[in-house]
């Protein structure tokens, strides 16, 4: 499943604009993952601080 | 609760503020949405703007501008670097702004001309009937709030949604978006004069770093990295190795990060009912990043066919036509133009920005525009850039 590190994530949304089935959001502050999440790990790519991170 | 307006704009940056402003003076009723507390912050910005083209827009005022810069110096990997005047080197140099002034200022005119702003509210969906959008559902403060308008106006930057749930794909593949990572730094070697550029794949892959003054020896200093030479965290580290070398005894300030969009023309930014403007619309210049200008000029049009649609009674996609006609005509050109420019500049090897950076060196380039200076590239490294021939008239 796809993890967020919130105590690393800077909210910026760049993982959101990539995400191609549209399973992210940038609340204020935090990312949610909707279940529409495929684990493809696009996100984990863009994100400038790595806080994203699909685990097995 | 519920409310009723004519325009719903999602998100207060630069090009909601200027849909708002721009659509609330033409006598619609307005509501600007802000999901976060306080309108421009946290930055996600280098902060460089075009003189001429914003002065055209709005009038700035002192206090949103950083620092005013005399032109921009750009560093090959191997260090020799080249000077162009502010007023030649196109649109993304001469003020540096301070956008969390910058970007409250443009939601108060958007509020003076009469629109209706609410921050902590965030939108959740687009309301339908019969398919076709008619407003918005959104959180205001952790509640429930229905906004019914028959024009959505995406400004929702980035991490726009309001697209998607209309149907348009605005999703971006990892070569179309550049990973970005910026310190606010203060050191003594800071220029204060110039906004610089510094080019090479080990410094920023597919990408440059830059050094946005800010006054009194600080300055923006960031790098975006294409997505596809990208690793998780890639941006912020290679950012901690650049300030290292480059000012090793300079002090960290903040820290910014971000997506930049850069993929040219978007096949579509309207749908019936909603307009896309700014990072929604990937309106951003793919070669240098630079994306509020444009935003702000898409906001004025938006805002201004946004009035003329409801005038008309047609705000299905073939009334909301001409925004797309017209930014197009404009900034579209200008995109596609920069989007091949882009392609062609991530292909680079060091060796090549050398031999192109190092060509100019016995070239008076201090009075040329970007177009001029490109006539010159072209002529002294024809088979490094013969793929661009087509441009260089």
Same mark, same amino acid.
């Given at each position: 499943m796809l993890t967020v590190n919130r105590y690393k994530?800077?909210?910026?949304?760049a993982c959101v604009g990539v995400c191609p089935t549209c399973a992210l959001e940038l609340v204020e502050t935090f990312i949610e993952v909707s279940?529409?999440?495929?684990?493809?790990?696009i996100c984990t790519k863009i994100c400038p601080v790595g806080a994203l991170e699909v685990k097995a | 609760m519920s409310m009723k307006c004519d325009l719903v704009v999602v998100g207060a940056g630069p090009g909601g503020s200027m849909t708002a402003k721009t659509a609330a003076q033409a006598g619609l009723k307005v509501v600007l949405l802000e999901k976060?507390?306080?309108? &421009?912050?946290?930055v996600r910005c280098a902060e460089g703007v075009g003189k001429r083209a914003l002065c055209e827009m709005v009038k700035p005022e002192?206090?949103?501008?950083a620092a005013e810069v005399k032109g921009a110096k750009i560093y090959a990997p191997d260090g020799t670097s080249i000077v162009m005047s502010e007023d030649k080197? &196109?649109?993304?140099?001469g003020y540096v702004l301070e956008r969390k002034v910058f970007d409250r200022a443009l939601a108060m005119q958007a509020a003076e001309a009469g629109a209706k702003v609410m921050v902590k509210t965030r939108a959740l969906g687009l309301l339908k009937k019969d398919g076709v959008p008619c407003g918005v559902s959104a959180m205001r403060v952790g509640e429930p709030l229905q906004i019914e308008a028959p024009i959505v106006i995406g400004a929702d930057g980035v991490e726009s949604k309001v697209g998607r749930w209309a149907g348009i794909d605005t999703a971006l593949k990892l070569k179309d978006m550049e990973t970005c990572a910026q310190f606010l730094v203060q050191d003594n070697t800071i220029d204060d004069e110039y906004t610089e550029f510094f080019l090479g794949n080990s410094i920023a892959p597919a990408g440059y770093a830059w050094a946005f003054p800010k006054g009194e020896k600080l300055a923006n200093v960031g790098l975006g990295v294409l997505g596809t030479r990208s690793k998780p965290g890639e941006a912020t580290r290679l950012l901690k190795d650049f300030v290292k070398a480059r000012y090793p005894n300079g002090k960290v300030l903040e820290m910014v990060v971000g997506g930049d969009p850069c993929a040219g023309q978007i096949e579509s930014t309207t749908s019936d009912g909603v307009m896309l403007v700014g990072d929604a619309a990937r309106q951003t210049d793919p070669l240098t990043g630079g994306g509020i200008l444009s935003a702000m000029q898409a906001g004025i049009m938006a805002g201004e066919v946004a009035s003329k649609a409801l005038a008309a009674g047609d705000v299905s996609k073939a009334g909301l036509k001409e925004y797309e006609d017209r930014w197009r005509e404009d900034i579209g050109k200008h995109l596609t133009r920069s989007y091949e420019f882009k392609e062609f500049f991530v292909k680079m090897t060091d060796d090549d920005l050398n031999q192109l950076l190092g060509s100019l060196k016995k070239e008076d380039i201090s009075k040329m525009d970007l177009r001029g200076m490109l006539r010159v590239l072209f002529r002294l490294n024809p088979k490094l850039l013969w793929e661009l021939r087509h441009l260089v008239v």
């Open positions: 994530c800077c909210y910026c949304g279940p529409d999440c495929k684990e493809c790990g | 976060r507390q306080e309108i &421009g912050d946290p002192p206090e949103w501008i080197s &196109g649109s993304e140099v």
